[in-house]
């Protein structure tokens, strides 16, 4: 069976549209893969070891398993967002039910500057932290945080929150193709904003994984891959979105015309081009929560790939949030050996139980490795610098009892932290109820931003972290 892409030699692409019931049952039988339906990869490849087999049977079925339920999962998405939304325009329950009984019902606008999304609706923080100046260590982690969070909003609402309560420059917004999904699943913005010795730092914010979105959450559960030569294994979902080319696979240059569709790493590269050509001093930050947050580190690396010294030379840093792993440890040296010179400018952000930084998982079966500087906080928001975060792989048996022990005062910290900390870190009624969900899956509740932006706010670090350092 030959590739799907070209350019790829060595390959291994879960396909779970294809599984049926005897192509699961026949992984766990038999170590040749490429005879299953459900399994595309050179001719002739076997798995003998029974643990890498389980590791593909597990993605495969939960994948399956997800995308059967993708369309009540965004139904009951799309239900929750535009109830939550409603309540808020009408400024409560109470004034909601007086404005339906007096025929003043304000419905919510889905393409409006008002409209928030299910992120914007956990954590409604819209406001920079104004005690973090821009000289401060944690300065550019508390503006990517933000940016990260923005990032799930419509264009509308990023550009009135940019341009007026941030006040930077709005550089744009992009909505881009995902050539093998044939739509428009990857987006991102971009704003200026000013350094503390006055120079321009460019900031490219990518979107992260939806909470009602099961094909993107399949995603992060997919353990397919691609090997780059010279380079290591990569995952092939965050490529694919980022804007890997289904027949031609990482082309230095593609043509970008008004007439084709607009595909996140070529669009993303030649505005970032055009804005640093006509500003000589300016620098440029990229930064993502979950999926975006893979996206953000992908981003620099085709950069490597295509030897763009020039745009690497003003890279200022990388700030990821809640990202998964994105390769195995061969890309992982090829990329810290070219992004931490001469300087440490890869920052990858980790809370607490937190599932995603820990999938796909690091062992003999899927070799998945982080990279770079793990900065983990506890569920006190106290940080320090990691190699690689605790319970790397979540389900340690060890970690059981303290984890739900965790999810229980988190959920008790909801109902206190504003009275401790000030009204700005007040906790809604809806992250409430997603932290009692914590009491039955433990690591989905800490992935929200909420508590990210709370790290920047409230942590404090053994080891302060300055990007600007030598």
């Known amino acids: ?222 353990f397919s891959w691609y090997e780059i030569p010279n380079v290591g294994k990569v995952h092939r979902g965050f490529m694919k979105a980022l804007g890997l080319q289904s027949k031609l696979g990482w082309p230095a240059d593609l043509n970008q015309s008004d007439e084709t569709r607009p595909y996140a790493y070529y669009v993303m590269r030649e505005k970032l081009k055009q804005v640093l050509r006509s500003r000589a001093e300016a620098k440029f930050l990229v930064t993502g929560h979950s999926l975006g947050g893979a996206l953000a580190i992908l981003f620099p690396a085709i950069l490597v790939l295509h030897e763009e010294w020039r745009l690497l030379e003003r890279l200022e840093g990388v700030y990821t949030f809640g990202q998964p792993r994105v390769g195995d440890e061969k890309f992982g040296e090829f990329m810290v050996q070219r992004l931490n010179e001469p300087k440490n400018r890869y920052f990858r952000y980790v809370y607490c139980n937190d599932i995603v930084p820990r999938v796909p998982y690091d062992d003999s079966a899927l070799l998945f490795k982080h990279f770079g500087t793990c900065i983990y906080f506890n569920s006190l928001y106290r940080g320090k610098e990691m190699e690689e975060e605790p319970n790397k792989n979540y389900f340690s048996v060890l970690e059981v009892i303290p984890k739900y022990l965790n999810a229980l005062w988190e959920l008790q910290r909801s109902f206190l932290i504003g009275y401790i900390e000030g009204p700005e870190f007040k906790e809604g009624w809806f992250l409430r109820f997603i932290r009692l969900f914590a009491l039955v899956i433990p690591g989905l509740p800490p992935h929200s931003p909420q508590d990210y932006d709370n790290c920047t706010r409230l942590g404090t670090m053994a080891v302060a972290v300055d990007a600007t350092s030598e």
């Open 1 to 222: 069976m030959g590739s799907e892409v070209d350019g790829f030699s060595d390959y291994l692409v879960l396909r779970p549209d294809k599984a049926g019931v005897s192509d699961l049952l026949r992984l766990l039988l038999s170590p040749r893969v490429s005879d299953n339906q459900s399994v595309y990869c050179p001719i002739d490849t076997e798995i003998d070891e029974a643990k890498r087999r389980w590791a593909v049977f597990v993605s495969l079925l939960l994948q399956k398993i997800l995308l059967f339920s993708r369309r009540p999962i965004a139904r009951m998405g799309l239900a929750i967002e535009f109830w939550l939304n409603l309540l808020m325009v009408n400024n409560g329950l109470l004034c909601l039910l007086w404005n339906l009984l007096t025929g003043k019902l304000v419905f919510p606008e889905k393409k409006s500057s008002s409209y928030r999304s299910c992120i914007g609706l956990i954590d409604t923080r819209v406001e920079l932290d104004r005690s973090i100046r821009p000289s401060d260590d944690k300065y550019l982690a508390a503006l990517s945080i933000m940016a990260a969070k923005l990032a799930y909003e419509n264009e509308l609402s990023i550009r009135s929150i940019v341009q007026n309560n941030w006040e930077k420059e709005f550089l744009g917004f992009y909505n881009c193709w995902n050539d093998f999904e044939k739509q428009y699943s990857t987006q991102a913005f971009m704003f200026s904003d000013k350094t503390a010795d006055g120079a321009e730092l460019i900031v490219i914010s990518f979107r992260g994984t939806e909470p009602f979105d099961a094909a993107q959450w399949s995603t992060d559960v997919d």
